[in-house]
């Protein structure tokens, strides 16, 4: 009777995704979670958007967009397809699909924090229901789901893969990349049983174009860890290099640009002034936790780590070399740091480089502004604080400072009016080609 039943909360829940009569609901709104909602919704089904965010909430419910990629009009097509934002998190049980899409950073010492994501399961757990799928898209440590999420619904009386269905699936999104959007970048889905692992597919295929389903939640979170450790590693392999270059004065961008020339065997990965985003420079400390607790030690992801976390220092000893040849130290000089979002053409700050090379700016006693067209005024950061506004880059107000220190390579710059009138460019991101009195390559 058992398995007739929960066949008959699987058949449900399927049949109501295929014809899109499901309703999907999505908790934390923010650059993976939004996106996302209004994909669903454009996808024909209606979307209850969670977040614990009342501004969030306010601005969504009024048509009004706070990420910089994503238009108000976007999100009024979403309002008039039936989305609706709420802090309620009761309203949980409307919904046949929970999409849990909240940070993972980590702690003081390195070490995974878990803390929005149990939060949220917790504060999901007096509504959820049989019949329901939970999927939890926030990058973590092998484990998570089955171990912290499972035991969860358990005490809830809900047997998963019977009652309740449970998937993971990592979040892909690249904020501002034209090239790619929600519904094109495909899609993996791991199940905590093959039923879970059925209903994980029904969810996620009538909105995205390709499912890629693996054998275990494990197999999912293991997969997405993999994708941002293979980049940390080669970033931190370029910026050794990079190192490497600059004490036999030649230029790695230089490098770089030739050996992208060759058609096979070879991917470019780009030197910078230090890593940042959401998860190039959390991730890997998700693994490397993980696997202490196994006994092993991941060397190789660790002296990449060490070697990219290194980097704002190397960038402002260079920096500190170039104003010293100019008879001037950093204490009283007037810095400008030029892009603090973590990548170029976006507004997200997320353990952006930048504000990290301002804070070591400012404890040696320089006079610290940025310029960045996409963060008009410095945000509320949890561990930073500039009272300060974006400068309007003009032939004037880029001869007032000494040094302009170029972090992110926006193409909204005017790279040729910052040569023609900057007294010295510190450049981290190869921006300048040609060797200039004035640039030194960072």
């Known amino acids: ?72 009009s976007a999100i ?30 980590l702690g003081a010492y390195r070490e995974p924090d878990l803390s929005f994501v149990l939060a949220t399961a917790d504060a999901l757990l007096p509504y959820v229901r049989a019949g329901q799928v939970v999927s939890l898209e926030s990058t973590t440590y092998p484990g998570t789901t089955d171990e912290e999420l499972r035991p969860r619904l358990a005490a809830r009386g809900l047997s998963v893969g019977e009652d309740i269905f449970l998937v993971f699936s990592p979040e892909r999104e690249d904020p501002g990349n034209p090239d790619f959007e929600t519904r094109t970048i495909p899609k993996v889905c791991g199940g905590d049983t093959p039923a879970c692992l059925r209903a994980g597919v029904a969810l996620y295929s009538p909105a995205i174009d390709q499912v890629v389903p693996v054998s275990s939640t494990r197999a999912a979170e293991l997969t997405k860890l993999l994708e941002n450790i293979h980049r940390a590693v080669n970033i931190g392999l370029v910026n050794e290099m990079k190192i490497i270059a600059d004490k036999m004065d030649i230029d790695i961008h230089e490098v770089i640009r030739a050996a992208a020339t060759k058609p096979f065997g070879f991917t470019p ?3 910078g002034p230090g890593l940042g985003g959401h998860c190039i420079p959390i991730d890997p400390f998700y693994l490397t936790w ?62 952006s480089p930048s504000v990290e090379l301002m804070e070591i700016l400012r404890a040696k006693g320089a006079l610290v502004d940025y310029s960045d067209p996409h963060v008009p005024v410095f945000p509320k950061m949890r561990e930073h604080h500039f009272d300060l506004a974006s400068v309007p880059l003009t032939a004037a107000s880029i001869a007032s400072y000494d040094v302009l220190l170029l972090a992110t390579s926006h193409s909204a710059f005017d790279y040729a009016l910052i040569a023609e009138h900057a007294a010295l460019i510190v450049d981290t991101r190869g921006v300048y080609l040609d060797r200039m009195p004035n640039v030194v390559k960072a």
């Open 269 to 271: 990965y780009y030197p």
């Open 290 to 351: 993980k696997a202490r607790q196994y006994g092993l030690h991941t060397r190789f992801i660790e002296l990449a780590g060490e070697i990219n976390s290194d980097m704002p220092h190397w960038v402002i000893g260079k920096l500190a070399d170039a104003l010293n040849e100019r008879s001037r130290s950093i204490r009283g000089s007037r810095v400008l740091v030029l892009g603090i979002a973590y990548k170029k053409n976006v507004e997200d700050m997320r353990e």
């Open 76 to 105: 009024g097509a979403a309002l008039a397809a039936g989305f609706e934002a709420t802090s309620d998190f009761a309203r949980a049980a409307e919904a046949d699909a929970l999409i849990i899409c909240v940070p993972t950073p």
């Open 1 to 72: 009777m058992r398995d007739q039943h929960s066949s008959s909360h699987l058949t449900k829940l399927i049949d109501k995704l295929d014809n899109r009569t499901a309703v999907i609901g999505i908790i934390g709104l923010g650059y993976v979670g939004l996106p996302l909602s209004l994909r669903y919704s454009e996808a024909g089904f209606r979307v209850l958007g969670i977040d614990i965010d009342p501004s969030k909430v306010t601005r969504l419910n009024t048509g009004v967009s706070y990420i910089e990629h994503i238009s108000s």
